[in-house]
Every structure is written in C-alpha cells, then in structure tokens.
T-cell receptor, first 111, second 116 residues
Framework: GQQVMQIPQYQHVQEGEDFTTYCNSSTTLSNIQWYKQRPGGHPVFLIQLVKSGEVKKQKRLTFQFGEAKKNSSLHITATQTTDVGTYFCAGRKEYGNKLVFGAGTILRVKS | DVKVTQSSRYLVKRTGEKVFLECVQDMDHENMFWYRQDPGLGLRLIYFSYDVKMKEKGDIPEGYSVSREKKERFSLILESASTNQTSMYLC???????????????FGPGTRLLVL
C-alpha cells in the first residue's frame, strides 16, 4: 500500500535554531497536507500543497512540495517554544480517496 | 468554527468488553473518519464514511466496526476489546467544500482508551 515516510522521528533544538521535517512517498501524490499537534492536543490543519514545486510560507514556516510530487518538507526558521509539538504530513495518492499520514516528527525546543 | 466532539476524553475498559466511541460534528460535513494514533506510527485510518449508512474500510479495520445512522454522528465500535487496542482514537470530518481546501481534516479532541 501507499507509504508516507517522515523523518526525523524526533528533534530537540535550541530556541532560535532552525528545524526541518521531511516527507517522502513511494507514489506520486495529488496533494500533501501538513498538520500540527500540540502536546495533549489534536492535529490541526496548517496548509495544503497541490502543485509540483509549490512553495508556501506562513510567517516562520516554509512548506515545499517536490517537483515529482513525491516529497515535501516543512522548515521552521528561528524556532520558538510555541513551535513545540508533533508535525504530521499527510498525502493523497493520485486518484485515491484516502489521506495517508506520516508517523510525525516530534519537535522539542529548549529555551 | 467547525466543532468535532468525542464522547469521552479517557476510557478504561476490560478485555472482551464491547466499547462504543462516539463522534459528532456540527458543520453538516459529508465525510467522517476514525483514526488511531500510536507513538512512532502516526495516524492510521480505521474506517471512514462518505454518507449516511455508508462505510469503507481504512488501513486497519480488523477488530472494529462503525455506524453512521445520522450525518452528524459516526460511531466506532470495538466488538470485543483487546489490550492491543489500547490507543488514542481520533475522529475527523471533512466537507470537501470551499472555503477550506478540499478535504481539510478537522479533528476531535481524541479519546484515550486503555484496555486492561
């Protein structure tokens, strides 16, 4: 079945450092979504990417969708303690009807 | 704002018990989903439903069933709970309609189930 691999599983950074999480799919995706789950909370939608090579920004967060539509990344510039949580990517296979989630990257920020 | 609610935040059950997890959404969404979340495995889809009385198996349906008698309510049933079903269960809904991107998932707060 469709696999969405996400790395790293865990990252601990000093406040002010950058952070990146990567997602890779074994098959071409029609779109990819990113979610954030705060500790003790539920996943909350951040953004959706649809086009090949698409780049979107939300303040300190930069999201990219690869040219082949098989990989994606989320980059946070100058992390803050409010960035703590688990970041999930979720991809939809072309012509598919299900969203497949990556395992998530847990981000911890030391102040 | 979309609101997805789940009947319990925490639940403790015994092996062999029948367990009902309820999910209700208030935005007239057509699509509803049940996931389980386990450390290192992310969210895995158990069942989903695109319409009343309609259901489709997700990636890990074994040991579970679902019911969608009304549009706003989607129930997950553990016919005979087992210890390996101890997990966090998340319900989600999507409308497929604008203004949100199609199929943005709105999640409930989750039910943390412990099976002893």
């Amino acid at each position: 079945g469709q696999q969405v691999m996400q790395i790293p599983q865990y990252q601990h950074v000093q406040e002010g450092e950058d952070f990146t999480t990567y997602c890779n799919s074994s098959t071409t995706l029609s779109n990819i979504q990113w979610y954030k789950q705060r500790p003790g909370g539920h996943p909350v939608f951040l953004i959706q990417l649809v086009k090949s090579g698409e780049v979107k920004k939300q303040k300190r967060l930069t999201f990219q969708f690869g040219e082949a539509k098989k990989n994606s990344s989320l980059h946070i510039t100058a992390t803050q303690t409010t960035d703590v949580g688990t970041y999930f990517c979720a991809g939809r296979k072309e012509y598919g009807n299900k969203l497949v989630f990556g395992a998530g990257t847990i981000l911890r920020v030391k102040s | 704002d979309v609101k997805v609610t789940q009947s319990s935040r925490y639940l403790v059950k015994r092996t062999g018990e029948k367990v009902f997890l309820e999910c209700v959404q208030d935005m007239d969404h057509e699509n509803m989903f049940w996931y389980r979340q386990d450390p290192g495995l992310g969210l895995r889809l158990i069942y989903f439903s695109y319409d009343v009385k309609m259901k489709e198996k997700g990636d890990i349906p074994e040991g579970y069933s679902v019911s969608r008698e009304k549009k706003e309510r989607f129930s997950l049933i553990l016919e005979s709970a087992s210890t390996n079903q101890t997990s966090m269960y998340l319900c989600a809904s999507t409308s497929g309609q604008r203004p949100a991107p199609a199929e943005t998932q709105y999640f409930g707060p989750g039910t943390r189930l412990l099976v002893l």
